[in-house]
Each structure stands twice: as structure tokens, then as C-alpha cells.
């Protein structure tokens, strides 16, 4: 199995600050026929379903703001967050989908400074 | 609008058995794997198993193979989980998503399972 690392597990920012959250995977989700790094991230609120923000590691999901960004290949990803507001606080998770059993990151929870 | 509603959740006692169920709305139902996510009380997101628009292919997680049966009835568009030898660890919200190039795009509300005696 894909073992998914995420640090920092927690992270407190300041609102308008730069928020970032790192990923590892425990062997290379890029897939060298496409070209394309089989990396997800997620954003899940208290109480909420976990959704959808980030796929291909950098292809943001449709509505989703453009502060937020990812970048990494093959082992090494990142979540940036530009400019931290008050509504980005929540669990971030990443997950590979290069191959089953889907992995997921522990999680990373984001605060306000 | 796509819309995924879990139901059947509730409390077991260890061994036990239940049937979890996903009303799927919005979308061709068909033409979409389908996938079960779940998370313990306070912990992260485990994925579950997963189950081809047509029902001829499925995979599972090594913690529930031979225990949990993962269906579908495209009918009905209503995908299932048949969770068997149910254990503690098993206590979670159960998710159900819809597969986006095997990222989860849409998710469900979540329906508890309490495994206890």
C-alpha cells in the first residue's frame, strides 16, 4: 500500500498569511504514460463531508478560489493557501489515486492565528 | 444537482450485520464507479471499496475483504454496502462518493455505525 504523510499535523496562520501543507508519498504516484501525478486534496469543515479541491496534484476543482493551490511530483506534494480567511479553517487531507487501496494523509488542521 | 444520501446506519453488536444504502440523484448513476468512505470518530479518511458503473468490478480494503460486499442496482440507482462479522474498529461514518477520475468529487452526508455491545 501507498503509505500518504502529511505534516505539519496541525498549522495556526494568520488571516491574509501564507498557509502551506506538505504531502508525501511512500513511493511515486506519477504515472510516466500521462504524465500526470495521481494526487488529490481535500478540505473538510466540522461536521461536514470532506471535498474536493485539488486533483492531478495541481488542477484546481471547478468554484474552487484561486488562493488555493497545489504543486510536487512523484513523492513530494504541496497545498498552499495565499492568503488565509477566516473560512479556510478545516482538516486538510491528501490521497493518492495512482493505485487501490486509495490512501489518504492523516490529516492536517488548519487554525487562525 | 448531484445528490448522494446514505441511510441504514445505526447501532450492532459486534458480529452483527447491516446494509447501508446510497440514493444517488443528479447524474447518470450508470455511468459512474462508485466508492465507500469511511472515518472513526475524530480520525482521518479510510477508503473503503469501490464498485464499477456496471457492477462487474470491485475492490476492496484489506481490513474489510471477505466481510463487507460492496453492490450496485442501476435501476434503482442505488449503490449498497453489506457490512457482515462487524468488529469495533468498524465504528465510523460511512461515506458515499462518486468517483471523478477515481478523485471523490461528490459525497454524501455520511450515515454513522456504531459497533457495540
Known amino acids: 500500500d501507498i503509505v500518504m504523510t502529511q505534516s505539519p499535523d496541525s498549522l495556526a496562520v494568520s488571516l491574509g498569511e501564507r498557509a502551506t501543507i506538505n504531502c508525501k508519498s511512500s513511493?511515486?504516484?506519477?504515472?510516466?504514460?500521462?504524465?500526470?501525478?495521481?494526487l488529490a486534496w481535500y478540505q473538510q469543515k466540522p461536521g461536514q463531508p470532506p471535498k474536493l479541491l485539488i486533483y492531478?496534484?495541481?488542477s484546481r476543482e471547478s468554484g474552487v478560489p484561486d488562493r488555493f493551490s497545489g504543486s510536487g511530483s512523484a513523492t513530494d506534494f504541496t497545498l498552499t493557501i495565499s492568503s488565509l480567511q477566516a473560512e479556510d479553517v478545516a482538516v486538510y487531507y491528501c490521497q493518492q489515486y495512482y493505485s487501490t487501496p486509495y490512501t489518504f494523509g492523516q490529516g492536517t488542521k488548519l487554525e487562525i492565528k | 444537482e448531484v445528490q448522494l444520501v446514505e441511510s441504514g446506519g445505526g447501532l450492532v453488536q459486534p458480529g452483527g450485520s447491516l446494509r447501508l444504502s446510497c440514493a444517488a440523484s443528479?447524474?447518470?448513476?450508470?455511468?459512474?464507479?462508485m466508492h465507500w468512505v469511511r472515518q472513526a470518530p475524530g480520525k482521518g479518511l479510510v477508503w473503503v471499496s469501490r464498485?464499477?458503473?456496471?457492477?462487474?468490478?470491485?475492490n476492496y480494503a484489506d481490513s474489510v475483504k471477505g466481510r463487507f460486499t460492496i453492490s450496485r442496482d442501476n435501476a434503482k440507482n442505488t449503490l449498497y454496502l453489506q457490512m457482515n462479522s462487524l468488529r469495533a474498529e468498524d465504528t465510523a461514518v460511512y461515506y458515499c462518493?462518486?468517483?471523478?477520475?477515481?478523485?471523490?468529487?461528490?459525497w454524501g452526508q455520511g450515515t454513522l455505525v456504531t459497533v457495540s455491545s
Open positions: 462518493t462518486r468517483d471523478q477520475g477515481a478523485t471523490f468529487g461528490y
Open positions: 443528479g447524474f447518470t448513476f450508470s455511468s459512474y464507479w
Open positions: 464498485i464499477k458503473s456496471d457492477g462487474s468490478n470491485t
Open positions: 492531478w496534484a495541481s
Open positions: 513511493q511515486s504516484v506519477l504515472y510516466s504514460s500521462n504524465n500526470e501525478n495521481y
